[in-house]
């Protein structure tokens, strides 16, 4: 049977009704088929991509897993159990939500819920695979990060902040495994204001985004090519480069 062939390539996705993951998925199905396991805290939602990914690519092996994303129990079993069965070739961390700023501000159960859900939570799934990848010096892991982690900015410092320590986090993994892992790669992803549900305010106020089918094929070529960082599309390198540097008496004048 197809769907047990041992060559198929095991892509894990957390986080997987993400529009920027549900793109990846598809890409890496048109590419070739593959047993693909998606990880997801919106369970209707998750069988809703599932069906749909089995449509697209009959030959594939698709299931999904509803996990509490805040639960550490829940996802150090999750990961074990995985890895234990046969070790990812690719895993993608995708899960996050934009919160309201001012809502963070007034309300520290939200600015909390806010801050796991983009920071403790990416970083938990990340360890628990890495657990294993980098003993065995194998397969490829890519976050999801944001160019909101580079700078805090007063239109959304506490989403900034998680999103900030997702990449240190990553930044002391890939200092970790640095020497003595050679088929393990890591990729911190760094996405600009993207089109997805979770910007559709954004939309609504007319401005211009990327959409999240570039946003994710530029992520499936740089994990090609084992790149370990990625800004996407490219000009958010560019412009986040200038927003890190500017002198702190010029930036505080900036409403951004």
Request: net charge positive; hydrophobic share 45%; aromatic share 6%.
């Amino acid at each position: 049977m197809l769907d047990t062939q041992p060559l198929f390539r095991r892509i894990i996705i957390v986080g997987a009704t993400s529009a920027i993951a549900n793109q990846c998925a598809k890409i890496w199905l048109t590419a070739q088929s593959a047993e693909l396991i998606l990880i997801g805290r919106d369970e209707l939602k998750l069988k809703q991509i599932t069906s749909d990914l089995k449509i697209r690519s009959p030959q594939s092996s698709i299931s999904s897993i509803f996990v509490n994303f805040l639960d550490e129990k829940s996802i150090q079993e999750t990961t074990q159990l995985i890895c234990e069965e046969r070790l990812p070739d690719i895993v993608l961390i995708a899960q996050g939500a934009l919160p309201n700023q001012e809502e963070c501000q007034h309300n520290l159960n939200v600015c909390r819920a806010a801050l796991e859900i983009n920071g403790i939570s990416p970083i938990l799934f990340t360890e628990g695979f890495a657990k294993f990848m980098a003993k065995a010096d194998f397969g490829r892991i890519i976050v999801i990060g944001s160019v909101a982690g580079d700078r805090g900015r007063q239109s959304n410092y506490v989403y900034g902040a998680a999103k900030a320590m997702v990449h240190r986090y990553i930044e002391g993994l890939q200092h970790r495994i640095a020497g003595h892992c050679h088929n393990l790669s890591i990729l911190l992803v760094k996405p600009g204001p993207t089109a997805t549900p979770m910007t559709r305010h954004l939309q609504a106020a007319g401005a211009s985004l990327a959409s999240a089918e570039t946003v994710a094929l530029e992520i499936v070529e740089a994990s090609n090519k084992h790149k370990t960082q990625l800004y996407t599309p490219k000009k958010w390198g560019i412009i986040m480069f200038l927003i890190r540097h500017l002198p702190s008496f010029i930036f505080n004048k900036i409403r951004i």
